[in-house]
């Protein structure tokens, strides 16, 4: 599916990835690929780097993150929009080894030849939202719905449905 996508320029930020050709919705586009790292790992490689707001890690589930530092692929230069043409979808392995679920981006509408391609990050801080935080995390996707941040609410205790 990835001969339908390239990285170039995007006007949100940095390069973006660009749909070639239509692509359909519910079609799967491209394999979010990078190196398995156990969370401890990340926190012990990049945990110690000042937080500049930009990143390449996913996090795959509870015991493992996709670091598309190394061993990434294209999908690791799709941008994030608060009203996005895709999705990040975990498939989770049926035996349930952790280390082989998979994250794929999906098309959740049509979507044109040219459009650039992008996801919501869903991003969630556990620690307060500082003006500092804020600024690291601005939103550049422009569009309507643009809510100015890549920070997603923290779910409220109130809104959580009953176990
Ligand atoms: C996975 S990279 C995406 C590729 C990135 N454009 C690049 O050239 O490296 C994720 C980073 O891109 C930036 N980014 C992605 N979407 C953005 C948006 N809507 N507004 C501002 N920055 C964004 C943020 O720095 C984020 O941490
Ligand atoms: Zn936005």
Redesign the pocket.
């Known amino acids: 599916m990835a001969r339908k996508i390239v990285a170039k320029k995007?006007a949100?930020?940095?390069?973006?990835v660009f749909a070639t050709e239509a692509i359909a919705s519910g079609e799967r586009v491209v394999r979010y690929k990078g190196k398995l790292r156990s969370h401890e790992d990340v926190d012990t490689l990049y945990g110690e780097q000042p937080e500049?707001?930009?990143?390449?890690l996913f996090t795959l589930n509870e015991d493992y993150v996709i670091d598309?530092n190394v061993d990434g692929n294209v999908a690791?230069?799709?941008?994030?929009?608060?009203a996005p043409n895709c999705e990040a979808v975990v498939h989770q392995n049926k035996n349930g080894k952790r280390h082989k679920d998979k994250i794929q981006i999906e098309a959740i509408r049509d979507i044109a030849a040219g459009e650039e391609l992008?996801y919501n990050?869903g991003i969630v801080l556990h620690e307060p939202h500082t003006a500092r935080l804020k600024k690291l995390?601005?939103?550049?996707?422009g569009s309507p719905q643009c809510t100015g941040t890549?920070l997603q609410p923290k779910r409220s205790k109130k809104a959580q449905p009953p176990d």
């Not at 949100?12 to 973006?16: E, L, T, V």
């Not at 690791?76 to 608060?82: A, E, G, L, P, T």
């Not at 995390?137 to 996707?141: E, G, T």
């Open positions: 995007s949100i930020h940095g390069d973006g500049d707001g930009h990143t390449f598309a690791r230069f799709i941008n994030h929009s608060c992008t990050y995390w601005l939103c550049r996707c890549l």
